[in-house]
């Protein structure tokens, strides 16, 4: 774990460095085709990714994710070793290649994050409330971005396998796909703006075109990620905060049921695709 994290930290400074050398002043407007082929930049971004890809330095976060997932914690002092993710108490295997999914005993879909907040309330007494309050890596929030990294990871190299059977999961689905489409703010953008076509960037990352399965799979299947660029961990929850921020629309309260349905869509779209995540960004 030692020589992971090393390298890890060496890579991050890399892609740092890579990143200090693409357009500062661009934006989402700036989003344009890439060349054909894609450009040195972005070959060379992926080939150290590859070479790197071992010491991920969200490896940091798993192994922390690790322990919080069996620490007894909170009020009652128990651990988070029977929450159950959707394929039982306490499996983590594999778990994650099935969110966002509907929970009967909540009567909603829920992704990782809004299932983790579940179960530390429920079963470890912490105040709902004060963890949707308490903003991205503050508080318990960082504790469940610790614990997404170890769920996510124990579901790498896995065929992505979410499906829309249940009312409330076609329903999260097509409100998903809404969301996706829907045009507004002081820039008349939405998701689809970026992420609805091929051969698009911004500076050096490409934009998969989130609307066919191997865009999605790409999109998908990378999150979530280890974001150099701000040298720390970023759940879907925190990735899709960005998406609308970027889109000038007022910040999403932290797993809202919109941002769940956006998560659906991605999900479902993604079916048949591998889980690459945690993943190593810009």
């Not at 994710?65 to 594999?94: A, F, H, N, R, Y």
């Not at 909603?108 to 912490?126: A, I």
């Not at 998903?176 to 960037?201: E, L």
């Not at 961990?233 to 309260?253: K, V």
Request: proline share 5%.
């Amino acid at each position: 774990m030692k020589k992971r994290i090393f390298w890890g930290l060496i890579a991050a400074g890399f892609l740092a460095v890579l990143q200090g050398c693409s357009s500062p002043g661009s934006s989402s407007a700036d989003a344009k085709p890439a060349a054909a082929g894609g450009s040195a930049a972005t070959k060379d971004i992926e080939k150290y990714r590859q070479m790197l890809a071992d010491g991920n330095p969200a490896d940091l976060y798993e192994a922390a994710g690790e322990d919080i997932w069996k620490t007894p914690m909170g009020p009652k002092k128990v651990s988070l070793q029977k929450c159950d993710l959707g394929m039982g108490p306490g499996v983590v295997k594999g778990a994650y290649t099935q969110l966002p999914k509907y929970f009967k005993d909540t009567n909603k879909v829920q992704d990782l994050e809004s299932r983790l907040v579940t179960c530390m309330t429920k079963m470890q007494g912490y105040d709902e409330k004060e963890i949707i309050k308490a903003g991205f890596s503050k508080g318990k929030r960082k504790d469940i971005e610790a614990v997404v990294a170890y769920v996510v990871a124990e579901s790498k190299d896995m065929p992505i396998n979410v499906v829309a059977k249940h009312p409330k999961e076609k329903l999260a689905y097509e409100q998903g796909k809404k969301s996706f489409f829907y045009q507004g703010g002081p820039m008349d953008f939405s998701c689809a703006t970026c992420h609805a076509s091929n051969g698009k960037r911004i500076r050096l990352q490409d934009l998969p075109n989130i609307t066919v399965e191997k865009g999605a799979a790409a999109g998908w299947g990378y999150w979530p990620a280890y974001r150099v660029s701000s040298g720390t961990f970023w759940t879907m929850q925190r990735r899709l905060n960005d998406c609308y921020r970027q889109q000038r629309f007022p910040e999403p309260i932290y797993t809202s049921d919109d941002t769940i349905a956006v998560s659906m869509y991605m999900a479902v779209t993604a079916k048949g695709g591998l889980m690459h995540a945690p993943g190593l960004k810009r």
